[in-house]
């Protein structure tokens, strides 16, 4: 069974870190793109980040580039999302996502159950 | 303003039929595969269509997706009162060389 489980939210102070894990269980982790979407309350999904199988392709949403950074380590079935100067608007749950194998079609078919992140003073 | 263009909202009565839009341009929608994306009230997303009209294994046939040009549909037959969901679409967007999503379509079955 696939299973994705991240870990690592909580509140945070405007301008802080936070990183956030997900581990995955249940496929080849290695065989995988992986991607971060995020839900602010009451909104809807925003993709934030999405890495290629070996790492070596990364793509990111404008409003987090230079501030955020997705990797991932293939021996620990890991996924990261490192989080640097944190802003109000970062305020979300933060799914992780599992998503094709292969080359990247835009599909997303496993989701974990999210770890919110609040920016707040 | 999302890239992709929704519906905010749906409905129909149960057992009928109801189609959700989705409407890009050429770098996103008319040039990639598009998935859609159910999300019950306090859950996580669920993926209901990829590439365009493959269902997941375990999604029911009620669940149908197409598209034209640059623009997709998600289609939903049979309704049920547990279909009432929030349901998005996505796809890649060769330009800002990012996924993209609706602004999601509330579905409610009356």
């Known amino acids: 069974e696939v299973q994705l489980v991240e870990s690592g939210g909580g509140l945070v102070q405007p301008g802080g870190s936070l990183r956030l894990s997900c581990a995955a269980s249940g496929f080849t982790f290695s065989s995988y793109w992986m991607s971060w979407v995020r839900q602010a309350p009451g909104k809807g999904l925003e993709w934030v980040a999405n890495i290629k199988q070996d790492g070596s392709e990364k793509y990111y949403v404008d409003s987090v580039k230079g501030r955020f950074t997705i990797s991932r380590d293939n021996a620990k079935n890991s996924l990261y999302l490192q989080m640097n100067s944190l802003r109000a608007e970062d305020t979300a749950v933060y799914y992780c996502a599992r998503g094709d194998s292969g080359s990247y079609k835009g599909k997303d078919d496993y989701w974990g159950q999210g770890t919110l992140v609040t920016v707040s003073s | ?110």
């Open chain 2, 1 to 110: 303003q999302s890239v992709l263009t929704q519906p905010p909202s749906v409905s129909a009565a149960p057992g009928q039929k109801v189609t959700i839009s989705c409407s890009g341009s050429s770098s996103n929608i008319g040039n990639n595969y598009v998935s859609w994306y159910q999300q019950l009230p306090g859950t996580a997303p669920k993926l209901l269509i990829y590439e365009n009209n493959k269902r997941p294994s375990g999604i029911p046939d009620r669940f149908s997706g197409s598209k034209s040009g640059t623009s997709a549909t998600l289609g939903i037959t049979g309704l049920q009162t547990g279909d009432e969901a929030d349901y998005y679409c996505g796809t890649w967007d060769s330009s800002l060389s990012a996924t993209v999503f609706g602004g999601g379509t509330k579905l409610t079955v009356l």
